[in-house]
């Protein structure tokens, strides 16, 4: 069940279709508003269909890509499937949502604690280098 006010905000966004699927790095969902997620279909045509690792890497993105919608209560209603792949079933069905750029991440509350909440330090500060260095050398970036 997402609140009122934040079913509110997202009007715009609904309005225009979601889309759920598995994230490729953790275990959580991914809620895609549909104009992004068209964004990033567009990024999978530039791959080739003759070239094995490509297709590989399509079947394994595209795996559990769920055009998504909320009921008349509010409710957001996940596949089981879904569910099972971020272990939110299996751990009480306590949810954590997390804004991330143009997407929203569904967590089980444990997995959202034990990867990002219980994350070491000493980790995160040397990711921040790390992504740093990224933007810095990333010839789109406007800074």
């Excluded at 045509?45 to 399509?58: A, I, M, N, V």
């Excluded at 795996?63 to 879904?82: C, W």
């Excluded at 219980?118 to 990333?138: F, H, M, P, T, Y």
């Amino acid at each position: 069940m997402f609140p009122a006010k934040l079913r509110k905000q997202l009007e715009p966004v609904i309005s225009s279709g979601l889309v759920l699927n598995r994230d490729i790095f953790e275990k959580c969902l991914i809620l895609y508003p549909k104009p992004e997620w068209d964004r990033v279909n567009a990024e999978m045509s530039r791959l080739s269909r003759y070239d094995r690792k490509h297709q590989l890497f399509q079947r394994k993105f595209m795996k559990g890509a769920t055009l998504v919608d909320f009921d008349s209560t509010g409710r957001l209603l996940l596949p089981a499937a879904l569910l099972d792949y971020a272990m939110i079933s299996e751990h009480g069905n306590e949810l954590v949502v997390s804004g991330v750029g143009e997407t929203m991440e569904i967590w089980s509350k444990k997995q959202y604690e034990d990867v990002v909440l219980n994350a070491d330090d000493d980790d995160l500060s040397a990711l921040i280098e790390d992504v740093r260095k990224d933007i810095e050398r990333d010839p789109n970036n406007k800074e």
